[in-house]
């Protein structure tokens, strides 16, 4: 039997799935998983956030040897995460200064020094990316700014690091880099006028590659550690690219990809950079295909996984969710306001957004509330762009899991709500490996062999 297998890594947690096809089914299991989350420190006596890239690494690794304890060897693997952050390497390909987190705060002085160069409505109307404070152009752009790329000869986006410490090889896989910035939405490469001003050499960045790529087989040391020898596939390794690789949106409809973040959008064959584009806050982020997510970014599961860690993790997701529907309170917030980022208290925050203290089930109230209301905008703005007026939503991710967003947001957006697969990113990491092995020829075969193996529900 002949096993892939995609490792996943969120901000939160990470995963590895181990696949097989079983007739015209595709047959996936959950082998291994492990907690992340950004670490504190203090820098000159500011507060920075790095990842702890070894350890993610060793966590990688980890995880391929299990496949071999349980005698499901995958012939292939493909790695995602979220985006926009990544390593500098310097001569020696050693990391230079670790990864910072993108909720780091350093950001803050190189945004206005970009914009000065280049203001903002002409990266967006070249690149077609919405403007956030962490995105990779505004995080190089402070490392110009502190010394830190003086001494960078490579640089990769974090998935294509951990395959590079895999295979020896480098590649910088297109669906990641187009949320970085500077990549140009209507040629597809980087944008060398944008990263000529700013003073970043392009050839640091290096060429992209396509997803569905074989990247290369396990190094020697590698299949030493695990107990054998794979081929790395790229995924889509932009965790929202692969995830919507599994949405089920045949036609036009739009999703909604639920984790830490909330991706909503449609794909699209060409960017839509007009200004009511940029307006609504919508970005065009790339696809298999060079074709286009034309999605929003909206803070998502986020605050709730906060007030959760800053209750001592005392209950489960389940449980907030029971106790926001037995506290229905009026309060609302703007779920992406900035102030919600990053702050040293979710909890707190919120309060003072709302100007007054809640229990914990009146703040999970809040917190869903205001998404689903979120969610609700987003959709009309969508539909404004697209002169397209949607009847079904496919919410897909470990956040279609949740009953109570679920049936607020079918009520705020007045669409049938479509939920499942929840394991969307991983899903459509095996996907594209599957593609990529000639196993199936297009996403929407591959779409249809979901349809098939996973529980899809209607709200």
């Not at 920075?48 to 966590?59: K, N, V």
């Not at 995080?139 to 951990?162: H, T, W």
């Not at 919508?282 to 074709?291: A, D, F, K, M, P």
């Not at 079904?392 to 279609?400: A, D, F, Q, V, Y």
């Amino acid at each position: 039997m002949e096993y892939t297998l995609a490792v996943d890594i969120g901000a939160s947690s990470g995963r590895h799935i181990v696949s097989h096809v079983e007739g015209d089914k595709l047959i996936t299991e959950e082998i291994y998983r492990f907690e992340n989350a950004p670490t504190v420190t203090e820098e000159g006596g500011v507060r920075t956030l790095h990842w702890d890239i070894e350890r993610l690494f060793a966590e990688i690794v980890n995880g391929l040897a299990k496949a071999k304890e349980l005698g499901k060897v995958p012939s292939s693997v493909g790695i995602d995460t979220w985006g926009v952050d990544y390593v500098l390497l310097d001569r020696e390909n050693q990391p230079i200064g670790g990864a910072y987190c993108y909720r780091d705060a350093r950001t803050e002085k190189s945004v206005p020094e970009v914009h000065a160069i280049v203001p903002f409505a002409e990266l967006y109307r070249r690149t077609g990316i919405m403007f956030n404070t962490f995105n990779t152009v505004y995080q190089l752009y402070a490392d110009k700014m502190s010394g830190r790329i003086e001494k960078a000869v490579n640089f990769l986006m974090l998935p294509d690091y951990f395959q590079y410490r895999l295979t020896g090889k480098m590649a910088h896989e297109y669906t990641n880099a187009t949320p970085t910035g500077p990549v140009n939405a209507k040629t597809h490469p980087w944008d060398g006028e944008i990263l000529g001003k700013l003073g970043i050499p392009v050839a640091l960045l290096g060429e992209l590659t396509a997803p569905a790529t074989k990247l290369g087989a396990f190094s020697d040391e590698i299949a030493a550690k695990v107990g054998y020898k794979a081929e790395v596939i790229l995924p889509c390794t932009h965790d929202t690219a692969s995830a919507v690789v599994a949405a089920l949106v045949f036609g036009d409809a739009p999703y909604i990809s639920s984790g830490t973040w909330s991706l909503l959008g449609v794909e699209r064959d060409e960017a839509e950079t007009s200004d009511f584009a940029m307006e609504s806050g919508y970005s065009n982020e790339g696809c298999l295909g060079y074709r286009f997510r034309l999605q929003k970014n909206i803070m998502g599961l986020w605050m709730i996984q906060q007030v959760r860690h800053e209750l001592n993790d005392a209950y489960s997701f389940a449980e907030l969710a029971d106790l926001a529907r037995k506290n229905p309170v009026p309060d609302r917030v703007q779920v992406n306001d900035q102030r919600f980022l990053s702050p040293v208290s979710m909890t707190e925050e919120i309060y003072a957004a709302v100007g007054r203290k809640l229990t914990v089930g009146e703040i999970a109230y809040v917190i869903y509330a205001s998404l689903a209301e979120s969610y609700k905008e987003s959709l009309e703005a969508l539909e404004t762009l697209t002169g397209k007026k949607f009847t079904t939503l496919n919410i897909i991710g470990g956040g279609s899991k949740n009953g109570l967003l679920n049936e607020m947001t079918k009520k705020a957006t007045g669409k049938t709500v479509i939920t499942g697969p929840a394991e969307g990113t991983a899903i459509g990491n095996l996907i594209i490996q599957l593609i990529g092995k000639g196993e199936l020829a297009s996403v929407e075969e591959g779409r249809r062999m979901i349809v098939r193996s996973f529980d899809i529900a209607e709200v």
